[in-house]
């Protein structure tokens, strides 16, 4: 079992339809985190260019990208643990036909979990209500039950004003934040 060393921090950001400015929101996580290396999983070729050009023009070598959807990449590397996994502002897929295309769900949830450190934590955010409230069902599930987690709402100041933090909130959106410990 691998698991990474003490100061090391990982942020996976499997948004599927967001790639054009992610860097921004990659930046961001790198900048409050200098002493930790970050995982950024990039399944588009624009969003890895995205990445790797806002990394050599700021100058900042605590990303790693993965090119491929955030699913490969756990199936690949089944024995990394994390300290920190951010999933902020996943497609909502709004249309309920669609819901099952939702990237954070119970099996999703269930695998993304066991792979977090004891003390380990998730973050989610969205301004999608519905989206937010289907996640709050997952983790209230029977399934999650057994893995010893805590879950609660927190304050929005936690995880900093990302590109989609700011259009939400421009369009009159509320933000809903999440963290969930494996204790």
């Not at 993965?66 to 089944?78: G, M, S, T």
């Not at 999933?87 to 954070?104: A, E, G, N, Q």
Request: aromatic fraction near 14%; proline fraction near 4%.
């Amino acid at each position: 079992m691998t698991h990474f060393k003490s100061g090391w921090s990982d942020y996976l950001n499997p948004e599927k339809d967001k790639q054009y400015f992610k860097a921004l929101d990659y930046y961001l996580i790198s900048k409050n985190n200098l002493n930790s290396q970050i995982i950024g999983i990039e399944p588009f070729l624009n969003g890895v260019v995205s990445v790797i050009y806002s990394c050599v023009k700021q100058n900042i070598d605590n990303i790693l990208v993965y090119p491929n959807p955030v699913e490969k990449f756990l199936e690949k590397y089944k024995k990394i643990y994390f300290k920190e996994i951010f999933i902020l502002f996943p497609d909502p897929w709004h249309k309920k036909k669609h819901h099952k295309r939702r990237l954070v769900q119970l099996p999703f949830l269930k695998n993304i979990v066991k792979r977090l450190d004891k003390n380990g934590k998730l973050y989610f955010a969205t301004d999608n209500q519905d989206y937010f409230e289907s996640v709050q069902d997952c983790l209230d599930s029977k399934d999650l039950k057994k893995i010893p987690i805590v879950h609660k709402k927190i304050d929005v100041k936690h995880l900093g004003q990302t590109k989609y933090f700011l259009r939400a909130k421009k369009l009159g959106n509320k933000v809903n934040f999440l963290v969930i410990v494996k204790s």
